[in-house]
């Protein structure tokens, strides 16, 4: 389109009409299409002009329902931005425990026990072997190193003390100790 172009009433008129129709079919706004618009905008920056008639022309409007739905029906099928990202707090509360679908009872590792232990008992603050309260890091430590499923296995530990303990006991790293390094 040679520059200073202007589209007819008429003309704008059949272009709207087949842009609501191509995305009524599918047609845009599609990964593709985006890739495309993409692709065609490279080294075709908008000019600081058309960013000016484009916000001056977006001004005051107001999106209606209609727009927002069919927005929101565009969105559908195209792949969420968190996709595949881990984030602890997408799954509802109770989503844990027994009813998660990767629940493995009492075979849980080391490391998932602790998690499971600070769900439940929250993160310990004060260390019941040095009786201190001003340590950094506070553990639950499993004190018969089982690693069962029950809360009244777990003390709370700073973190020298826990090792300690750990060594004193069957001379045993923890499963946390070994991953960290
Ligand atoms: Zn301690």
Redesign the pocket.
């Known amino acids: 389109m040679p520059k200073g172009y202007k589209h007819t009433a008429e003309t704008k008129k059949l272009i709207s009409q087949k842009v609501k129709r191509a995305v009524r079919e599918g047609k845009i706004f599609t990964e593709e299409y985006r890739k495309k618009m993409s692709e065609l905008k490279k080294g075709h920056p908008t000019s600081e002009e058309t960013k000016r008639k484009i916000s001056l022309a977006n001004k005051g409007k107001k999106r209606t329902a209609e727009q927002n739905r069919a927005s929101s029906e565009r969105m559908k099928g195209s792949i969420p931005w968190n996709k595949g990202k881990k984030c602890p707090w997408a799954k509802p509360p109770h989503y844990w425990g027994e009813k998660h679908p990767m629940w493995k009872g009492d075979d849980a590792s080391p490391e998932a026990m602790h998690h499971w232990v600070i769900k439940r008992k929250g993160t310990p603050s004060k260390?019941?072997?040095?009786?201190?309260t001003d340590?950094k890091r506070?553990e639950w430590a499993n004190i018969d190193h089982k690693y069962r499923r029950r809360l009244e296995d777990y003390i709370r530990?700073?973190?020298?003390?826990?090792r300690k303990y750990d060594i004193e006991n069957n001379n045993y790293i923890s499963g946390l100790n070994k991953i960290n390094n």
């Open positions: 260390c019941e072997h040095c009786g201190r340590k506070y530990l700073c973190t020298s003390c826990h």
